[in-house]
């Protein structure tokens, strides 16, 4: 059996008070002081730390916002002086596409490196654009796997990046060829540049250094990297013309990822002569076109692609935009019905925002995502609209670079947690097999066409 995958988290409390979604109000005059009292039996310890701050302000301790919306103190008050409230700060989080839920469910995860769960159950739409038109099957239960972090039976999450030659060739004396570059990651996750604000070099160290605790790889620039960075677990983000003068970084790397350009295969083969076990990704932006450009790409020798969709996991370069859930099902379907599928590993990158966009993606066709905006949310983002690098809130640039990794490091455990969740839910037990699984997988349309037909609703 392999080498059990371990996330080593650590509980990283924020930097700033919480911004819980709700509060209870408690309407004191009417108190009849019960000996009984059901703020006693909160099961969230919520009630104890306001009392402490309630007789000492200048405390440490502030009002929590750790209420889980069981309402076990609301139904349990004989005098019925409590009540549920959202709090209003917590309405003015989040933009168009990063919900308040998302936020908060990212905060909590970054913090504990445990899966978030909420007493008050989902109460939000049933469905909405994107992904969250989409849900995985989980009725095919089977017993090995069903229990996910807790079952006997390992399951695995590993994914490779490289080209993967369908079958092996002999010379005229018999030796097999020398097998291509392949890296074996034990996550289907990279961590990639941030999509907004300033990539200092502090952020730049974190995630540096959560790609050496996770045991995956780190996109980034070649101006940030310096001479003491591991460069086993740094993938260097170049323009061809930047080959020439840091072919140091391609002999000590193992992926190197080349922004896509009309030359760009002639810079492929620019970086494989400096360095000919160097896998060699392409940098593409996920327009309509994508399809074609992956199979052009294929006939130039590129084996990985990556594929940069918008912050919001649309489409780039295009009136209309389709999401992820079906602009990557098309080129998925493109590069099987053309049987070049298991030649190109597909990195998916833009709108992965939480833990089933990544399960999701693998789905729709992904070999494995690159995680970017969630890595400034588990520092405390608020996702303002408009300009995200001024008059910042939480000053996302000036966090220290140790402090940053852990919450990174415990956001990405929670996420490698729920995977395993979902693959044993559904009897899988190897992440490889998820790729391209559509039918363990339901999607809106198909639910309206079989319910209604042709009357529609």
């Not at 750790?66 to 076990?72: E, F, I, P, Q, T």
Request: proline share 6%.
């Amino acid at each position: 059996m392999p080498e059990r995958y371990h996330v080593p988290t650590v509980p990283t409390p924020g930097r700033f008070p919480k911004i819980g979604k709700y509060g209870i109000v408690d309407w004191r005059e009417d108190c009849a002081r019960c000996r009984n009292c059901v703020k006693n039996a909160c099961v969230s310890g919520i009630w104890p730390l306001e009392r402490a701050y309630d007789r000492d302000p200048t405390t440490p301790l502030e009002p929590s916002f750790d209420c889980r919306a069981c309402l076990s103190c609301v139904q349990g008050c004989t005098k019925g002086i409590l009540s549920l409230s959202v709090n209003p700060a917590y309405l003015m989080l989040g933009d168009g596409y990063w919900s308040r839920e998302m936020l908060s469910t990212t905060w909590a995860q970054a913090e504990t490196g445990r899966i978030p769960v909420s007493g008050a159950g989902y109460r939000g739409p049933f469905c909405g654009p994107g992904f969250d038109s989409m849900w995985t099957d989980m009725s095919e239960i089977v017993r090995p796997t069903r229990d996910g972090i807790h079952g006997r039976e390992y399951i695995s999450t590993s994914v490779d990046i490289g080209s993967k030659p369908l079958r092996v060739r002999f010379d005229a004396d018999g030796v097999a060829d020398e097998e291509p570059p392949l890296i074996e990651l034990p996550v289907p996750f990279i961590l990639d540049v941030p999509p907004w604000g300033s990539d200092g070099k502090r952020l730049a160290t974190a995630r540096a250094s959560a790609a050496k605790t996770l045991r995956t790889l780190s996109v980034m620039r070649a101006s940030q990297i310096s001479d003491s960075d591991d460069l086993a677990t740094l993938a260097p983000l170049l323009d061809g013309e930047e080959i020439a003068a840091n072919e140091p970084l391609l002999r000590g790397a193992r992926l190197v990822e080349l922004s896509d350009g009309p030359q760009v295969a002639h810079y492929v083969k620019q970086a494989l002569d400096v360095n000919p076990r160097l896998v060699v990704g392409v940098r593409t932006p996920f327009t309509v076109h994508a399809g074609e450009r992956l199979l052009r790409l294929h006939e130039a020798g590129v084996r990985v692609v990556h594929l940069c969709a918008d912050e919001y996991g649309r489409e780039v370069a295009t009136d209309e935009p389709r999401y992820l859930r079906d602009a990557l099902r098309d080129v998925h379907g493109r590069l099987v019905q053309e049987g070049i599928r298991d030649e190109i590993t597909l990195i998916v990158g833009g709108g992965i925002a939480l833990a089933e966009h990544m399960a999701k993606a693998i789905i729709c066709g992904a070999d494995l995502v690159a995680v970017s905006a969630p890595l400034l949310v588990a520092l405390g983002c608020r996702v303002c609209d408009g300009d995200h690098d001024a008059n910042c809130p939480v000053q996302i640039q000036d966090v220290e670079a140790e402090y940053a990794a852990q919450r990174m490091v415990n956001l990405m455990g929670a996420w490698h947690s729920q995977l395993i969740e979902v693959l044993g839910a559904m009897g899988i037990r190897e992440v490889r097999r998820l790729r391209g699984e559509t039918g363990r997988a339901m999607f809106l349309e198909d639910l309206d066409r079989e319910a209604f037909g042709d009357i529609g609703y």
